[in-house]
């Protein structure tokens, strides 16, 4: 394994996972709502009283954080290297996946994670070995 030392970015991550990091606790401490992205999302598909402006926000600010920080550097050129039938497949399983597993990556490895939550180390442990099969199975088996 080599490390592509020309597009590594370790204060960059780091800041971003402190932005998350932050974005988590304030929502928990200020709201009592998990950050997992895919139980606000489906939170609105089954809207409750009182419950639907906190989750438009939260959604509304993923959406428009990458644009507002484009406005401050340029943005990396982004390339899918899959056709529409790969990612509406995978689009699927995960989807299947995060609500067979009760949550997301963001909902189980950032937010129980760091409450200790057992239900969400062994479901973090789950979906990255599965990612580390994934990848080894497509460039070493598979051949892509």
């Known amino acids: 394994m080599t490390i592509d030392w020309q597009h590594f970015t370790p204060l960059l991550s780091l800041s971003g996972g402190l932005l998350i990091g932050l974005a988590a606790a304030a929502l928990v401490l200020f709201n009592g709502r998990i950050a997992g992205i895919s139980g606000i999302v489906g939170g609105l598909l089954r809207p409750q009283t009182g419950d639907r402006a906190w ?56 937010c129980g994670i760091s409450r200790l939550s057992p239900r969400s180390l062994v479901a973090t442990v789950i979906f990255m070995a599965a990612g580390f099969a994934t990848v080894f199975i497509v460039r070493h088996v598979l051949g892509g």
């Open 55 to 110: 989750r438009l926000a939260f959604i509304v600010g993923l959406l428009l954080s990458p644009l507002l920080y484009g406005l401050a550097v340029a943005l990396p050129e982004s390339r899918v290297d899959a056709g529409w039938p790969t990612l509406i497949a995978a689009g699927l399983l995960v989807g299947i996946g995060t609500r067979y597993g009760s949550g997301c990556t963001s909902g189980h490895g950032v």
